[in-house]
């Protein structure tokens, strides 16, 4: 058990499944109240804060697209309308979309990967810290960038891998920015998991093509990289820790 984390107020986006599920659930065990946000997966969703209410914390769900920016305010706004306040915000929500190359790379697919990875952490974010300088003592801002953004992705995805690099530009700069204000502002980068997300998007051969190269000689789970959130929403764990990008990949790259 954290203890300061206990009935710490935690808005996660994209937490229905995968990575986000999984560091919801763990937020739950440390007796956090817990904002599980999806978008279309209502079942995954209210399973999710089934495990939460039985692992000892609290949980609602939110439901909205992200790629709608009113939406990304709305999600912070009905939050704090819930549980009173707002201390920790996961920007986990995003996607593929579909893997394509250079030349085929439309306007369209652009805007929908920038919007759905990298506009929708950047509102979301803008609405929560103006809720924790209300709150006036600090806060934790948690987004989700990729082993991608470090090397260019691979197999079509040098879209997402640009989206991600945003994400982990993005929280130095604000990491900076808001030191002053007691809020830190950190990433999980994680490397190849095992999630909905690559099912949708990798091949089994291209899964292999990863594994081979992570010294640990395996890919990873959604549950390996919860820990990562916990450490980096925790005070008492993580307080003079912001700008940091915690790479969590089996070592298949080692900054």
Excluded: W
């Excluded at 000892?56 to 790629?67: E, K, S, Y």
């Excluded at 009113?70 to 939050?79: Q, W, Y």
């Excluded at 950047?122 to 953004?149: D, W």
């Excluded at 005070?235 to 990008?245: F, I, K, N, P």
Aim: hydrophobic residues 40%; contains cysteine; charged residues 20%.
């Amino acid at each position: 058990m954290i203890k300061d984390l206990q009935d710490k107020v935690v808005l996660i986006t994209g937490a229905s499944t995968g990575i986000g599920a999984s560091a919801a659930v763990a937020f739950g065990r440390n007796r956090a109240k817990v904002a599980v946000h999806y978008n279309t997966s209502t079942d995954s969703a209210n399973k999710v804060v089934k495990e939460i209410v039985d692992a000892g914390g609290d949980g609602i769900a939110l439901q909205g697209d992200v790629t709608d920016p009113e939406v990304c305010r709305s999600l912070v706004r009905d939050t704090v309308s819930h549980y009173g306040q707002l201390d920790v915000l996961i920007n986990n929500a995003g996607g593929l979309i579909r893997r394509e190359k250079v030349e085929d790379i439309t306007e369209e697919l652009f805007s929908q990967v920038i919007d759905l990875n990298s506009r929708s952490a950047l509102i979301a974010t803008g609405s929560a810290v103006t809720q924790m300088k209300k709150q006036g003592r600090g806060g934790a801002i948690i987004n989700v960038t990729s082993i991608a953004a470090r090397h260019g992705g691979a197999g079509g995805s040098v879209l997402y891998a640009a989206s991600k690099g945003f994400i982990s530009t993005m929280t130095r700069g604000f990491a900076k920015e808001l030191a002053g204000e007691g809020i830190r502002v950190n990433a999980v980068s994680p490397g190849v998991i095992v999630t909905p997300f690559h099912e949708r998007y990798s091949s089994p051969e291209l899964l292999e093509s990863f594994r081979v190269t992570i010294p640990m000689g395996r890919l990873g789970e959604s549950n390996e990289c919860a820990g990562a959130f916990l450490y980096l929403a925790s005070e008492d764990l993580s307080g003079y820790v912001t700008g940091q990008l915690l790479e969590v990949n089996g070592g298949q790259y080692m900054p």
